[in-house]
């Protein structure tokens, strides 16, 4: 059974930092690209950021690559996204998901992860 879950969501005040985590299991980790996807209050969803496992290419959307780091640790068969300078407008439930990544686009499956709070206070 795939499962991909999410963690290391919370509370931080503008300006901060947090680092999200992807543990997956059920297929073959190293052979997947792995994305993250936030959704907001009342927007839809947004592709984030998104790895190839097999070669660490990595692929942010493009107002958001300067802030995102996302990594992966095969060994773990996690993904990791650090974020920092966060804004109260990326208060959203990040996912995680395997998908296809290039860089025009991230197109995910249908395995998500049941999703990681992040709330941003001003």
């Known amino acids: 059974e795939v499962q991909l879950v999410e963690s290391g969501g919370g509370f931080v005040q503008a300006g901060g930092s947090l680092r999200l985590s992807c543990a997956t299991s059920?297929?073959?980790?190293?052979?997947?690209?792995i994305a993250w996807f936030r959704r907001a209050p009342g927007k839809g969803r947004e592709g984030v950021s998104c790895?190839?496992?097999?070669?660490?290419?990595?692929y942010y959307a493009p107002f958001m690559r300067s802030r995102f780091t996302i990594s992966s640790d095969s060994a773990k068969n996690t993904v990791y996204l650090q974020i920092s300078s966060l804004k109260p407008e990326e208060t959203a439930v990040y996912y995680c998901?395997?998908?296809?990544?290039?860089?025009?686009?991230?197109?995910?499956?249908?395995?998500w992860g049941q999703g990681t709070q992040v709330t941003v206070s001003s």
């Open positions: 998901v395997t998908a296809v990544c290039s860089a025009w686009s991230m197109v995910p499956f249908d395995d």
């Open positions: 059920g297929f073959s980790f190293d052979d997947h690209a």
């Open positions: 790895i190839s496992v097999s070669d660490r290419s990595a």
